[in-house]
């Protein structure tokens, strides 16, 4: 059992930046890849970035390519993602998620690959 706990969101206006943060309670957290997704109303959940175990491999959706930066700290069991240059389109509600049993390749980009789910938090983005 693992709680992911999302927090960092708000309302900003165009071009601004947010960072997210996500704390685990997983005390062995450097031994799990994690992702971030984005869900906006009436749309599926798609894949935002996605971040190795140590760190050293990162994914990025091509929306979000050059502006978002994920990054973690495996001493603070935490994963952040930086925002910048944001758009209305950008706008959604925003999940951590940890994959628990990682095989083979170290960053993960679909939903279904992923084991655990923090609650959210909503980003908005003002035009």
């Known amino acids: 059992q693992v709680q992911l706990v999302e927090s960092g969101g708000g309302l900003v206006q165009a071009g601004g930046s947010l960072r997210l943060s996500c704390a685990a309670s997983k005390r062995t957290f450097s031994r799990y890849p994690m992702g971030w997704f984005r869900q906006a109303p009436g749309k599926e959940r798609d894949f935002v970035s996605g971040i190795s175990r140590s760190g050293a491999n990162t994914n990025y959706a091509d929306s979000v390519k050059g502006r978002f930066t994920i990054s973690r700290d495996n001493a603070k069991n935490t994963v952040y993602l930086q925002m910048n240059s944001l758009k209305p389109e950008d706008t959604a509600t925003y999940y951590c998620?940890?994959?628990?049993?990682?095989?083979?390749?170290?960053?993960?980009?679909?939903?279904?690959?992923?084991?655990?789910w923090g609650q959210g938090t909503q980003v908005t983005v003002s035009s």
């Open positions: 998620a940890i994959k628990l049993q990682p095989i083979g390749s170290d960053v993960y980009t679909t939903a279904v690959d992923y084991d655990g």
